[in-house]
């Protein structure tokens, strides 16, 4: 199993607190997004944190910024978790949220190849090689936000597999 970074990765966080104006919206759904981007872990609303390192402080002071643009107050602190058992919630909160994400790729992906078996035209097929790009996509992204790793991982990457390869021989096929 792949870890990024693991060693750096100890019982430290970023702890973001904001509040944000509630009108737009649209400026509330740009800082989830970039915190779900991220990787963040919400413990509450508006209140999330990511494992402390020196890139992803960055990011969190950046959004701690934009959110202060925004007419919004932010706080970002450094966080230790006091009991042993807190880091270990806290690190498998990252791990479900890793594992949330590799489920709706693998579930996407097997709609794809099982889409496929009944694809009788090129434009099908095309569309099918294009999803397989998008959830490859999905698939590096979630693996960068997996801080502490996933036991779905390896499953995401051989469904991936099974579909290439699947497309590879419907067009070895087709060019016979």
């Avoid at 807190?86 to 794809?112: M, P």
């Avoid at 959830?135 to 597999?161: C, M, N, P």
Wanted: net charge neutral; aromatic share 8%; with cysteine.
């Amino acid at each position: 199993m792949w870890l990024p970074e693991m060693n750096n990765i100890s019982n430290a966080w970023t702890l973001l607190v904001y509040k944000i104006p509630t009108h737009p919206t649209r400026l509330r759904l740009k800082i989830w997004r970039k915190l779900q981007s991220m990787g963040a872990v919400y413990l509450q609303d508006a209140v999330c944190l990511l494992p402390s390192r020196s890139d992803l402080d960055e990011n969190m002071e950046y959004v701690a910024d934009s959110i202060q643009e925004m007419g919004g107050t932010s706080h970002l602190f450094t966080a230790k978790s006091v009991f042993a058992e807190g880091a270990d919630r806290l690190i498998e909160s990252f791990r479900q949220l890793a594992d949330s994400r590799y489920a709706d790729i693998t579930e996407r992906i097997e709609k794809v190849q099982s889409s496929i078996a009944s694809a009788a035209s090129l434009t099908a097929l095309e569309s099918a090689e294009e999803e397989l790009k998008r959830e490859r996509i999905a698939y590096l992204k979630t693996r960068r936000v997996s801080y502490f790793g996933s036991d779905r991982e390896a499953q995401v990457e051989q469904h991936l597999d099974t579909l290439r390869r699947s497309l590879d021989g419907i067009h070895r096929g087709s060019t016979k």
